[in-house]
């Protein structure tokens, strides 16, 4: 039991590294933005990030600590042991990273560490490495790919609504076509797990088989509109104030702040699993004595403490990192912070059908990029965007290192 809760409070560590890093990219633009202040995207991200992970979490942590080694070449022993080490090897690098104000991808400083130790068990050859080779080739793609969407939305509104004689009028006819883009993106990543109850109760209750998919468009089709009805309402309503262009931000402001919570939510419900999925292994081993196999369960209370540590670390360490996302790469305004998080969700969506692993930082800070690109290669400050790449460069081989010795020195004693 005292050794269940040592290895608790090391997961609990890693979350909490993890939500002061990771979970701060998703508030990042928001707060840079002025859509939302710094203490209302904590809480909002607190409470989405936290939700997703608990009602959500357990089938990306089964993959992680089942799917990047093969379980059953190790010992139960050495693989607990092992798992102890990526526990101490992520939290360590998150916590570094967040000290710079570096947004990393979590979820390549976990397959790396367990690839690191996993090497020194039993060999290079009980390691997946064409799954490397990809999460490294995504390291690439996903800033370019987020870039390049970003940018041509941008430019859209930019030039059709921005920069329009009457810029009100041409905000009030693109209302519709935004609202939809932001549902439809964000409905096809969120609304089916949301859904997925509803048609188990519809099925169970009345014998009626409705696919799972029809219930997410319909709900997010009901959203856009409803959301179409209340921005026509509140542009009708609201007291002129400043320029058009400012009051259109002010507007653009609730669509990037629901994009936000949006991608909160989803990240909550998928990264989680770079916390707990080693815990979840550990405590499986030391309750069975047997290895995890595919689909194994991961307990409850495991995902809670997860969703704690990630909240906890977000509230007090993760105004460094959201200010370099959302005020240290650009300036940004809420319709930019919009079209970057948008960008960022449709990258990730795009990969996720594709069965590519990819990161949401790597996507945010490229649309966060990407919209600089359109304002002017000035905008951008390039010495922060060099020291993020580094980072991004070095987490791979620096947790594939510091696991392979973390490994080391924990058989040895």
């Given at each position: 039991m005292?050794?269940?809760a ?8 890693l ?20 859509a939302?202040t ?12 936290f939700?997703?992970a ?22 139960p022993?050495?693989f ?16 570094i ?6 947004p ?17 068990a ?51 006819e693109?209302?519709?076509w ?5 549902f ?41 509109i ?40 989803a ?8 916390a ?19 689909g194994?369960?991961v ?14 670390g ?7 990192v ?85 490994f ?6």
């Amino acid at each position: 039991m005292l050794f269940l809760a040592l290895v608790g409070l090391l997961a609990f560590y890693l979350a909490w590294n993890l939500g002061a890093n990771d979970v701060a990219n998703a508030m990042g633009t928001s707060v840079g933005s002025k859509a939302i202040t710094l203490r209302q995207a904590l809480l909002v991200a607190g409470v989405l990030e936290f939700t997703g992970a608990v009602l959500f979490g357990r089938e990306v942590s089964q993959t992680l600590a089942t799917k990047v080694v093969n379980p059953a070449i190790f010992a139960p022993e050495v693989f607990l042991t092992g798992m102890v080490s990526v526990l101490i090897t992520c939290g360590l690098w998150l916590q570094i990273a967040t000290s710079q104000g570096w947004p990393v991808a979590s979820s390549h400083a976990a397959v790396g560490a367990i690839a690191g130790f996993s090497w020194v068990a039993a060999g290079a050859e009980a390691v997946d490495w064409y799954s490397i080779k990809i999460i490294s080739l995504t390291w690439i793609l996903t800033p370019l790919v987020s870039g390049s969407i970003a940018a041509g939305l941008y430019s859209l509104i930019k030039r059709w609504v921005l920069d329009q004689p009457h810029p009100i009028q041409q905000f009030i006819e693109w209302i519709p076509w935004l609202s939809t883009a932001l549902f439809g993106v964000f409905g096809v990543i969120v609304l089916p797990a949301l859904s997925t109850p509803i048609h188990v109760w519809l099925a169970q209750r009345f014998s009626l088989f409705v696919p799972t998919h029809d219930l997410a468009i319909a709900g997010g089709g009901l959203a856009a509109i409803g959301f179409t009805l209340s921005s026509w309402r509140r542009l009708s309503y609201q007291p002129l104030i400043g320029t058009e262009r400012q009051q259109i931000e002010q507007h653009m402001g609730r669509f990037q702040v629901l994009s936000a919570c949006f991608v909160a939510f989803a990240h909550g419900s998928n990264d989680v699993s770079n916390a707990v999925a080693p815990l979840a292994a550990i405590t499986y081993i030391h309750t069975t004595g047997l290895m995890p196999t595919v689909g194994f369960e991961v307990p409850l209370w495991v995902l809670v403490l997860g969703g704690a540590g990630i909240v906890g670390g977000l509230a007090v360490w993760g105004k460094r990192v959201i200010m370099t996302v959302g005020e240290g790469i650009i300036p940004l305004q809420p319709s930019s912070g919009f079209c970057a998080e948008l960008a960022a969700a449709t990258t990730i969506l795009l990969a996720s059908r594709l069965g590519l692993p990819v990161s949401t930082t790597h996507a945010l800070v490229g649309g966060v990029i990407g919209i600089g690109l359109v304002q002017g290669l000035k905008s951008i400050r390039l010495d922060v965007v060099r020291n993020i790449s580094l980072a991004w460069m070095i987490t791979i081989p620096i947790a594939v290192g510091l696991s392979a010795g973390v490994f080391t020195i924990a058989r040895l004693l």
